[in-house]
């Protein structure tokens, strides 16, 4: 398997685990304050990748020279995409959250082409512009009710995206000289340790009233698109161009919107189904403009 191979099929991975999670972390807000709902979720994620990387021998120790990075990059991959997004889903739907937070792909493209140089071409703009068609198609879907929360919120998730394209970039140009699980573990836990300071003076989740519906959500996760997807991510990353894995991203408001159509009741109709064939379009366009200038 070719390193682009195996790069795309762990993008697909990450694409699956964090398009389940903006259905279920809408149903878990239900139930439980948003801070703790992600910070807690975030350090069970980080316990799980810090015993996975014990039990594969790995070094959870950060070299002095890299705290500085891992900070960064927890604060952009971790606080600002998990506390803006989560806390947006109190005004937002999940289809409305996911599909602003997956502009991201627009902003890391014009980024990797201002700091790593990565050339747009014809291509990547044809499929930057099938893609965000696919993400206005899904907007009209889902129109934003006017409202100071409505728009508070969408402003928070965008806030995210950029961040997080910029995170994604400066991983790219900059990565991290570490296992890949203790560098996720390490990035979850210091970036969702100001979310739970937060969540401590701010909320009182009330554990022992979650049902088991809003107990297999915080579970899944915590597991799936925290701990397994940003793994995932972060490798394809490494085997990927910058703008093109975050194109393939795109795949995630589709995965979110259908996920929340079947478990939330949320419109979906033929702009969602044109949408899909947009976002298709472009993810092909872009993966092939990757592979024309692979050596």
Same mark, same amino acid.
């Given at each position: 398997?070719?390193?682009?191979?195996?790069?795309?099929?762990?993008?697909?991975?990450?694409?699956?685990?964090?398009?389940?999670?903006?259905?279920?972390?809408?149903?878990?807000?239900?139930?439980?304050?948003?801070?703790?709902?992600?910070?807690?979720?975030?350090?069970?994620?980080?316990?799980?990748?810090?015993?996975?990387?014990?039990?594969?021998?790995?070094?959870?120790?950060?070299?002095?020279?890299?705290?500085?990075?891992?900070?960064?990059?927890? !604060? &952009?991959?971790? $606080? +600002? *995409?998990?506390?803006?997004?989560?806390? =947006? %889903?109190?005004? #937002?739907?999940? /289809?409305?959250?996911?599909?602003?937070?997956?502009?991201?792909?627009?902003?890391?493209?014009?980024?990797?082409?201002?700091?790593?140089?990565?050339?747009?071409?014809?291509?990547?703009?044809?499929?930057?512009?099938?893609?965000?068609?696919?993400?206005?198609?899904?907007?009209?879907?889902?129109?934003?009710?006017?409202?100071?929360?409505?728009?508070?919120?969408?402003?928070?998730?965008?806030?995210?995206?950029?961040?997080?394209?910029?995170?994604?970039?400066?991983?790219?140009?900059?990565?991290?000289?570490?296992?890949?699980?203790?560098?996720?573990?390490?990035?979850?836990?210091?970036?969702?340790?100001?979310?739970?300071?937060?969540?401590?003076?701010?909320?009182?989740?009330?554990?022992? !009233? &979650?049902?088991? $519906? +809003? *107990?297999?959500?915080?579970?899944?996760? =915590? %597991?799936?698109? #925290?701990?397994? /997807?940003?793994?995932?991510?972060?490798?394809?990353?490494?085997?990927?161009?910058?703008?093109?894995?975050?194109?393939?991203?795109?795949?995630?408001?589709?995965?979110?919107?259908?996920?929340?159509?079947?478990?939330?009741?949320?419109?979906?109709?033929?702009?969602?189904?044109?949408?899909?064939?947009?976002?298709?379009?472009?993810?092909?366009?872009?993966?092939?403009?990757?592979?024309?200038?692979?050596?």
């Amino acid at each position: 398997m070719t390193p682009r191979t195996a790069g795309l099929l762990l993008l697909m991975l990450t694409t699956l685990g964090w398009g389940s999670n903006w259905p279920l972390l809408k149903l878990l807000l239900a139930e439980m304050p948003p801070l703790a709902a992600r910070s807690y979720a975030a350090f069970l994620g980080a316990a799980a990748l810090g015993l996975l990387a014990l039990a594969r021998g790995e070094s959870l120790a950060i070299p002095r020279a890299l705290w500085g990075r891992t900070m960064l990059f927890a !604060a &952009l991959n971790v $606080t +600002a *995409w998990m506390g803006l997004t989560t806390v =947006a %889903l109190l005004w #937002l739907s999940a /289809a409305e959250g996911a599909i602003i937070a997956y502009t991201m792909p627009v902003w890391a493209a014009l980024l990797a082409w201002a700091l790593l140089g990565e050339r747009l071409g014809a291509a990547r703009i044809a499929a930057l512009g099938f893609g965000g068609l696919g993400v206005a198609l899904l907007v009209l879907g889902q129109p934003l009710a006017l409202g100071p929360g409505k728009w508070l919120g969408a402003a928070m998730v965008l806030g995210a995206a950029v961040a997080f394209a910029l995170g994604a970039v400066l991983a790219k140009r900059r990565p991290l000289a570490l296992p890949p699980n203790a560098s996720v573990a390490w990035q979850l836990f210091l970036g969702c340790a100001p979310l739970a300071l937060l969540s401590l003076l701010l909320e009182a989740p009330r554990w022992g !009233a &979650l049902s088991a $519906t +809003a *107990w297999f959500c915080f579970v899944w996760m =915590a %597991l799936v698109p #925290l701990a397994m /997807a940003y793994v995932c991510w972060f490798a394809a990353l490494r085997r990927l161009p910058a703008g093109t894995a975050a194109l393939g991203t795109l795949f995630v408001p589709v995965i979110g919107t259908a996920g929340a159509a079947l478990l939330l009741g949320e419109a979906l109709g033929w702009r969602q189904a044109a949408a899909l064939g947009c976002i298709l379009a472009g993810v092909a366009l872009a993966v092939r403009a990757g592979e024309a200038r692979a050596p």
